[in-house]
């Protein structure tokens, strides 16, 4: 299986690494790329952040793999890919949910009002959105979902709540997925609406992560949605769901940010000294560097194999599990070993004087435990990989 890139799509990369160093230059630059900010390295969560994604807007990067009628290159979804694995280098917010999920969801599925509405406004990244999946009572089980949509003249009322809605203190509209018909089965009778989040039956409150990453929990009270806002056809909605979710497989798995952190774990090592040794020449942490180092390219491999498997047309759900887990569970591999090397130091946060790294490795302690739910829990990713590519029964 040949993983290497075209000299066309290395030319690519070359010209997204000459736009980021412009970008670099810039006044906003600190406030827009942090390498060492976790989980929301992804997020246009600042006016910044969503500065620097209209940006990218005018440079011709939003859309790429778009038909040419919707505003778009026609490129290989690989270029997408490309594109969100330099941002995450530099921790700049990804091209995803408005480009990936929803642009082509509603390319595929959307009204030609909603096209009309939404598409060149994702491609000047005019527009923020928020995804309401998960339910307290539907998280890893998805087509559980409750929140009920009931029709109403020309309209549909929302009453429920949604849970780790991480978007939604800053997005300006949400794809919100809601059961319109509770006698259907549970994948049948969900459909998929699309909301202003400064609808006045809405309520966010925020949940905070041990990870000091922010999510949301989002109620409904008689939210009022025009009919022209339910995308495609009712309850077909979970169909759209599962394709919003592999339309992102080109752009969600990225490795870069994973060697920035193994290389900032390397220097570390290199200028912390114990007894006057540094800690890179002790044997014992040397075999387990060198141990990180073959998982960082096994996880490589294993995150190539769902770019390999997407650009064939197959949907890597079995790839893309193996990946999410593996690299995950290596994130806190890295960060475990970290705070084992560095001894009681390790344990202190950034606003302590004496920190290691500014307290970087305790906070990607308990920020890598995060990683490893969000997105399908590691024991869920098991399952599929078991069902799905190993063909077990269930028990």
Known sequence: MDFEFSPEELDFVADVRRFIAAQKALPDAADVMAPDREADSMLADSPARRAFNRRLAEAGYLGMSWGREYGGQEKSGVYDYLLNEELASVGAPLIGKGVGCIGKTLIAHGS?????????????????????????????????????????????????????TTSAHFADWYWV??????????????????????????????????????????????????????????????????EALDYERFTMFTVGPIRVKFDALLELLRITRRDGVALADDPLLRRSVARLAAELESATMLQRRVIA????????????????????????????????????????????????????WEHSYRATVVDTIGGGSSEVQKNIIARRGLGLPLR
């Open 177 to 242: 997925a809601a059961r319109t018909d509770p006698d259907a089965p549970k994948h049948k009778g969900i459909s998929v609406f699309l909301l202003p989040m400064d609808h006045p039956g809405l309520t966010v409150t925020e949940i905070r992560t041990m990870g000091d990453h922010r999510t949301n929990q989002v109620f409904f009270d008689d939210v009022r949605v025009p009919g022209d806002y339910l995308v495609g056809n009712a309850n077909e909605g979970w169909t759209y769901v599962c």
């Open 309 to 360: 498997a997407a650009m064939k047309g197959a949907v890597p759900t079995v790839e893309a599990a193996m990946y999410k887990l593996y690299s995950t569970e290596l994130g806190r591999r890295m960060a475990d070993f970290a705070l084992d090397a560095l001894g009681p130091e390790g344990l202190l946060r950034h606003d302590a004087p004496d920190a290691p790294a500014a307290g970087k």
């Open 112 to 164: 030609e009002k909603l096209k009309r509405e939404f598409l060149p406004r994702i491609l000047k990244a005019e527009t923020e959105f928020a995804l309401g999946y998960s339910e307290p009572s539907a998280g890893s089980d998805l087509a559980s979902l409750q929140l009920k949509a009931v029709r109403d003249g020309d309209d549909w009322v929302l009453n429920g709540q949604k849970l780790w």
